[in-house]
């Protein structure tokens, strides 16, 4: 009867029956694992050799030279849409469109999901390094003239197996988590240089632009100039041929004008150049954009330009931001090489089961496991550990400098652009008079020259004044907007983070801080 009814309870319920055998072996190493973890480092306050990153102090100037300018404003602005100064809704247009479509910013993209691709991969070795499964059988026949054998002994026999294993190296010194905030500043850096691609195609769209409206009022001067130095030519020699004038009087006539069309050709070149980097900067094929932009005024500086406070270039300035987390990455560098001094020691794992036959590997006496533990040291290395730390010892210092330069360096820009922009506007004003002065000149000397009170010698010679000073007009309201773009460039405007400021790396628990990234249509979410 008891053999009847133990033969009475189906099969895969016995499967069943041993397999909560086989997990409950398996949670038996779970205890064993999580010891092996917080000895290994994952618990907070544990043992991380090498240097704890510290920001490095920075050179910044505590005012602007020109502070006490009226037409610096010190209070803090955002400067995300820096160019709405301008008031020019076609210019806005234009920085939609290349936020949407430049190639440049979505190449940036694509390197910021590289960098937090690494930092995953990174954060991956905080866990077993390897585990997986393996498994297989096969029949051995060992040959039959083989002396070593014992006569009887069966020459065949076979064997089947399966387990699973795993292998963690235990972070005791902190050499993944160096790993893994390496990683994270190397990510930070590749999100400041985003940023930093975004302020520099802000800023180029913006100068094209600029540059764009300039070709066009200087193009309007000279045609209007070249109109009016055709009505002389034909007056000239009108009067010529009715014996009024000298021959002499034609020619110079005729020289002013050919003057002025000469410099024609080389202003409609300019504007296409403009007009050709504008449909790639916003990421398109050259286009005639004419009939999108039209005609209008070359924008116009606004009295006071907000510039903050130099302090405010270190977190306003992708550069410099990218400069610093360089250097942060390079400190946890320096601890991944010192760990090397160290053993690294291993937690090994392994349950499967073996038997003769494959039928049999369901059964409880086919499981087999392993559980322990294992190091590794280097003692004699002959100086490479030590002098690889040295290697990033120095890296790391130069990284340091690097930033320090780039904190100079912007502060620099920034002051060159400032002082750049009061003096173009400071020329401006004259350079209005003058064009004005020889507008005025003109039309009197042309009366005059009609009258018959001065010869031709006076018109061509205020002609050629006022083509000049109308030309050197537009290019100077074109220096005027062109350098309050480097002012907000070299002050790091037009950048904004894409992400929520709460991004924290995968599988730690803050342990790492995590600067906010752009996320990139399809990126992988943490």
């Not at 803090?76 to 100064?85: A, H």
């Not at 007056?235 to 002499?248: I, K, P």
Request: with cysteine.
């Amino acid at each position: 009867m008891g053999s009847r009814a133990v033969s009475a309870v189906p099969r895969p319920r016995l499967r069943d029956l041993r397999l909560a055998r086989r997990v409950r072996r398996v949670r038996q190493l779970v205890p064993a694992a999580a010891l092996a973890a917080l000895l290994g480092g994952l618990a907070p306050g544990c043992i991380m050799v090498g240097p704890d990153y510290e920001t490095p102090p920075a050179p910044v100037a505590e005012t602007w030279i020109d502070f006490q300018d009226a037409r610096v404003n010190t209070e803090e602005t955002d400067l995300r849409t820096w160019w709405s100064v301008f008031r020019d809704p076609i210019l806005d247009g234009l920085m939609c469109q290349a936020g949407e479509g430049s190639l440049t910013l979505q190449a940036a993209a694509e390197r910021v999901s590289a960098a937090r691709a690494r930092r995953d991969l990174a954060a991956g070795f905080m866990y077993p390094q390897t585990q997986g499964a393996n498994g297989g059988g096969g029949t051995t026949r060992l040959s039959e003239e083989d002396p070593n054998i014992t006569p009887g002994f069966n020459r065949t026999s076979t064997q089947w197996s399966a387990e699973v294993g795993a292998s963690w190296e235990i972070d005791f010194w902190g050499r993944y988590r160096r790993a893994v905030e390496s990683a994270d500043a190397e990510l930070q850096a590749s999100v400041a240089d985003y940023d930093d691609v975004m302020v520099l195609l802000y800023s180029e769209v913006a100068a094209r632009y600029v540059s764009y409206r300039t070709f066009q009022h200087r193009l309007r001067y000279l045609r209007q100039n070249e109109e009016i130095q055709q009505g002389s030519y034909d007056v000239t020699q009108a009067r010529f041929d009715a014996g009024e004038v000298a021959e002499r009087d034609v020619f110079e006539a005729r020289q002013v004008l050919e003057e002025t069309r000469a410099l024609i050709p080389d202003a409609e070149l300019g504007l296409r150049i403009e007009n050709n980097a504008l449909c790639v900067l916003t990421g398109s094929p050259p286009r005639d954009l004419t009939p999108e932009l039209g005609e209008g005024a070359i924008p116009v500086a606004p009295p006071s330009v907000a510039v903050g406070i130099p302090a405010d270039l270190l977190r306003r300035r992708p550069d410099v931001r990218r400069a610093e987390r360089i250097a942060a990455a390079r400190c946890a560098l320096i601890g991944i090489a010192e760990s090397d001094f160290y053993p690294r020691i291993s937690v090994l794992g392994r349950l499967g089961v073996s038997a003769e036959h494959s039928s049999d590997l369901d059964e409880s006496d086919a499981e087999t496991s392993f559980l322990g533990t294992s190091f590794t040291w280097s003692l004699f290395d002959y100086g490479r550990t030590a002098s690889n730390v040295r290697i990033f010892e120095a890296e790391f210092r130069a990284a340091v400098l690097d930033y320090e330069q780039a904190v100079l360096s912007a502060g620099q820009e920034a002051e060159d652009a400032l002082y750049s922009l009061f003096k173009s506007q400071e020329r401006l004003g004259p350079q209005l008079a003058s064009a004005d002065a020889a507008e005025r000149t003109v039309q009197i000397v042309q009366d005059q020259y009609a009258e018959g009170e001065v010869d031709f010698s006076e018109v061509f010679l205020f002609a050629s004044n006022l083509t000049e000073a109308q030309d050197q007009l537009a290019t100077a309201q074109g220096n005027v907007a062109q350098a309050v773009v480097s002012v907000y460039r070299a002050l790091g405007g037009g950048w904004i983070h894409a992400v929520p400021d709460d991004a924290a790396t995968p599988g730690l628990s803050g342990e790492t801080a995590q600067t906010p990234v752009p996320m990139i249509d399809g990126d992988a979410q943490p």
